[in-house]
């Protein structure tokens, strides 16, 4: 049985290393797979549950095509498109926001974490987000979902609405209920300015993340001013609890090197910051200038970019509105 892959990745700009290493370079691997049907959606949907100006949000859409392809996702072998074009979209999640619970979503922190104390000035789209992710996974009866730590949650969510929508109307089976891909380490990556926060494309200081179209000096320069602490590398895993923003370098570096925790301290052990940042830029450097480079030259083919999308597009389209019958047909439309 091959694995039906479906992700997506909002077009906020920024695109950064915790969106890479949480979910695009595992997009790229899945890709690759040729066990894998992937689809990659440019969540353009759920990008304006907060205000978006919109041609930023225009420019945000193909710089976000240009990241997956200047990754490595192959448009030839897997759907790239934008969750707007494909109306399917908004109209289940209408229909599963009638099957989810309010307690189910009471409880999402990341709603909690992104309203603030304002909570009652977010708009009905930001509560409700997890919904229409529910319905973007399960129009494409999506087996697996690659995504960061953060998105666990939601996931979770996701299944429970399809295992309620498949009880209440009596359809066993109906919605696949999805599992997570979420890489066990270094699955969430924190900010350079604060271990203890992740790192994140709305966070207002451009140092406290490694963008995807950085050049090699500013990858350079952010690395060297990451917040560190005065100790050496330590010797042992443990000792990484209480020093977050070490924890969260190593991190980096052992994702990127493909390495374990235990490998990197080994080879750390005892020296100064200064000189495992050197180390370390020089990795992060080696994998992310190419993409820089590359996400630049696509962003000056829009007419690429867009074909692109068109053809995601029919493909995607096709999919959902074989899944639109037959939900209509179960629910007596
Ligand atoms: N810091 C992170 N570490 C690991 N994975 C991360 N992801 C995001 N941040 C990290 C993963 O990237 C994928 C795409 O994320 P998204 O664009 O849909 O939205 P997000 O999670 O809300 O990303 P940000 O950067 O945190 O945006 P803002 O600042 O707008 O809230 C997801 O799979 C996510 O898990």
């Not at 926060?197 to 350079?220: A, C, W």
């Not at 970019?305 to 179960?330: M, P, Q, R, W």
Request: aromatic share 8%.
């Amino acid at each position: 049985m091959k694995k039906k892959i479906f992700s997506g990745v909002q077009p906020t700009g920024n695109l950064h290393l915790g969106n890479y290493l949480g979910a695009i370079k595992n997009f790229v691997d899945l890709n690759n797979d040729n066990q894998n049907e992937c689809i990659f959606c440019v969540v353009d949907l759920h990008a304006i549950t907060v205000n978006q100006n919109p041609k930023e949000l225009k420019s945000n859409i193909h710089e976000t095509i240009a990241t997956f392809v200047a990754s490595g996702i192959d448009p030839q072998k897997s759907i790239i498109f934008n969750q707007s074009q494909v109306s399917a979209h908004a109209e289940i999640a209408w229909i599963l926001s009638c099957v989810a619970r309010m307690g189910w979503l009471n409880r999402m922190t990341q709603f909690k974490e992104k309203a603030g104390k304002d909570k009652e000035k977010a708009s009905i789209g930001l509560y409700s987000y997890p919904v229409l992710m529910a319905a973007d996974i399960l129009l494409y009866d999506s087996t697996h979902v690659p995504v960061g730590e953060d998105q666990k949650q939601h996931l979770e969510l996701c299944r429970d609405i399809a295992q309620k929508f498949n009880n209440d109307f009596k359809v066993k089976d109906f919605f696949k209920v999805p599992e997570p891909l979420i890489k066990k380490e270094f699955s969430r990556i924190m900010s350079l300015k604060d271990g203890l926060k992740k790192m994140s494309k709305s966070e207002m200081s451009d140092f406290s993340r490694i963008n995807l179209t950085d050049d090699k000096d500013q990858i350079i320069n952010k690395i060297k001013k990451a917040k560190t602490d005065t100790l050496p590398l330590p010797s042992k895993i443990e000792e990484l609890e209480k020093r977050p923003e070490a924890k969260n370098l190593i991190g980096i570096y052992s994702s990127l090197t493909n390495s374990t925790f235990q490998k990197s301290i080994d080879k750390f052990a005892g020296k100064n910051f200064s000189e495992f940042k050197d180390d370390l830029s020089d990795v992060v450097v080696d994998e992310i200038s190419p993409i820089s480079l590359k996400i630049k030259e696509l962003l000056e083919d829009k007419v690429f970019l867009e074909k692109i999308v068109k053809d995601g597009h029919e493909k995607a389209n096709e999919i959902a509105s074989k899944k639109v019958k037959e939900i209509h047909k179960i629910m007596g439309f």
